[in-house]
């Protein structure tokens, strides 16, 4: 397909875990953006890679979190030790260009920790 | 202060009349505003951005802008019930190193 996918759509993990979540974005975008969105809650900011680059890492709420976009196309958001705070929906968001508005999200990764 | 308020709703309009939904944003530096629809279960789609003071028309879709007032609106005429959804506001700003924040939505359900 056209759009930017993500999987697995669904994970749950018993705490303490390790979960790795992928994304690929639309191909030839050079942004990816990853969101955290808890439930009843807006997406929150997470992480953000022009091509390979990981510019922005601001949002990633612990060293449990872990982004990786090695070759500028498919991105994995690694969660270590996962813990029931990390219960969220994980979106990926990709663009076009650099500071381009227009961001296309994926249809996000349901993670519960139990 | 969250940067971009909302209030969570459930707003409730019938079928056709118009759909008003408010966002306020504490920035002054956000220079791009979006208006996001999600559907539940399901990812955001944006349905309209805005950068200037005043309004954009796009089909049964307003935005309006007032930076002055730091207050950022949506309109929705001859509401359908498929519109019900949830509704983000979003601000880019500078300040923010370009990112893009999030309101928490407002539910909007669409009464037939």
């Known amino acids: 397909g056209a759009g930017v996918s993500q999987s697995p759509r669904y994970k749950v993990a018993k705490r303490g875990q390790d979960v790795a979540l992928r994304c690929d974005p639309i191909?030839?975008?050079?942004?990816l953006f990853w969101y955290q969105q808890a439930l009843g809650q807006g997406p929150e900011f997470l992480t953000y890679?022009?091509?390979?680059?990981?510019?922005?890492k601001s949002g990633l709420p612990s060293d449990r979190f872990f982004a990786e976009r090695p070759e500028g196309s498919v991105s994995t958001l690694k969660i270590q030790r996962t813990q029931q705070e990390d219960s969220a929906v994980y979106l990926c968001?990709?663009?076009?260009?650099?500071?381009?508005?227009?961001?296309?999200f994926g249809p996000g990764t349901r993670l519960t920790v139990l | 202060q969250k940067e971009v308020e909302q209030n969570s709703g459930p707003l409730s309009v019938p079928e056709g009349a118009i759909a008003s939904l408010n966002c306020t944003y504490s920035?002054?530096?956000?220079?791009?505003f979006f208006w996001y629809r999600q559907y539940s279960g399901k990812s955001p789609e944006l349905i309209m951005f805005?950068?200037?003071?005043g309004d954009k028309e796009d089909g049964r879709f307003t935005a309006q802008l007032n930076k002055a007032s730091q207050y950022v609106s949506l309109l929705i005429r001859d509401s359908q019930p498929s519109d019900s959804a949830t509704y983000l506001c979003?601000?880019?700003?500078?300040?923010?190193?370009?990112?893009?924040?999030f309101g928490k939505g407002t539910r909007l359900h669409i009464l037939p």
């Open positions: 968001a990709s663009s076009l260009m650099v500071n381009t508005d227009t961001q296309y």
């Open positions: 979003a601000a880019r700003s500078l300040n923010r190193d370009d990112k893009i924040i």
């Open positions: 920035d002054r530096g956000s220079q791009s």
């Open positions: 805005i950068y200037s003071n």
């Open positions: 890679f022009q091509n390979e680059a990981q510019l922005d």
């Open positions: 191909s030839g975008h050079v942004s």
